[in-house]
């Protein structure tokens, strides 16, 4: 029988430098897209494909994401003076009792690879999820349900192979992001298909084609046998494409091509996005940002 995904690794140790100076003293996993931090938005998405363990794999200086989905007595025993109840829901208990949440240090800045290397002796040779906290994946239709990777996990389940969300973006600005190769073969929409290989950061001429790794993983524990081997690559990093690369011609790895809405908030346009899209799916404010957005002049 298939191994289960209970355990998601989510990496949160950057230093955010594309969106500074917002996020110089505040992490930018901390930082609001809409009503709540973007962490909560992942860790709900993480949550709803079934993960109960997450590994926050963290930094000095990052200490308030913990605390973010801790207890703060004061704060709740104060909302609960005041009657406050409906605010007290959005702070207490931000996730159910059954999902554990660790946190360990990536001392070092070695890229991606190396913070997911860094759960290992957490992840007991178990299949575990990776999902980057930078990238918000929103569901192309509602704002109550999130299935794209739930929709990751289910493939895995089916195929018993590791799988990366990808989706199709401009070829200008390819060079972002991990590539899929599928050596031709036509992907569709949900899905899983066979990869042939996996380029970090190509250019746009070399691009194999314009399917992104969006950030979201499943994968097989054999993954960091590969990555504890895998030399800097892109930028001087322990990529985990890198690693995917050697896994995927040994053992096999598909991708599977979502519709979902993506906004990557590491950058300032994406950030924007994310809160504007967020902000228009809520019946409570849609009114309010179409008058903005409606505005002849600035
Ligand atoms: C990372 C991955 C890349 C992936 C991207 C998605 O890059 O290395 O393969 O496509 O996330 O956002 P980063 O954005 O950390 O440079």
Not at 78 to 99: A, C, D, F, H
Not at 125 to 151: C, G
Not at 184 to 200: A, C, D, R, T, Y
Request: proline residues 5%; contains cysteine.
């Amino acid at each position: 029988m298939t191994a289960k995904i209970i355990k998601a690794v989510i990496p949160v140790a950057g230093l955010g430098t594309r969106m500074l100076p917002a996020t110089k003293a505040i992490p930018k996993e901390l930082l609001p897209v809409y009503d709540r931090p973007i962490i909560e938005h992942v860790v709900k998405e993480a949550i709803a494909g079934g993960i109960t363990e997450i590994i926050l794999v963290t930094r000095s200086g990052k200490e308030a994401i913990e605390n973010h989905f801790d207890a703060h007595y004061e704060l709740e025993h104060r909302l609960e003076n005041k009657g406050k109840e409906k605010i007290l829901g959005t702070v207490k208990n931000i996730i159910p009792e059954y999902v554990k949440i660790t946190s360990i240090r990536q001392a070092d800045a070695l890229g991606l690879g190396h913070a997911v290397l860094c759960a290992k002796h957490l992840l007991n040779n178990e299949p575990f999820a990776v999902l980057l906290p930078d990238v918000l994946v929103l569901d192309s239709e509602s704002r109550d349900r999130n299935y794209s990777f739930a929709q990751l996990v289910e493939a895995w389940n089916t195929t018993e192979t590791g799988q990366v969300m990808v989706e199709r973006v401009d070829l200008e600005i390819i060079d972002n992001y991990g590539v899929a190769n599928l050596d031709g073969l036509e992907s569709k929409l949900f899905e899983s298909v066979p990869l042939k290989g996996l380029v970090e950061k190509p250019s746009s001429e070399e691009a194999p084609s314009n399917l992104a790794l969006l950030g979201r993983y499943v994968l097989p524990p054999k993954v960091l046998d590969f990555l504890e081997n895998t030399k800097p690559g892109v930028g001087g990093e322990i990529q985990l494409t890198d690693a995917l690369d050697k896994l995927l011609k040994l053992d096999g790895l598909n991708a599977l091509e979502t519709d979902a809405e993506i906004h990557d908030c590491g950058n300032k346009y994406g950030y924007l996005s994310a809160n504007l899209a967020l902000g228009m799916r809520d019946p409570e404010t849609l009114t309010a940002i179409t008058k903005i957005l409606n505005k002849k002049s600035w």
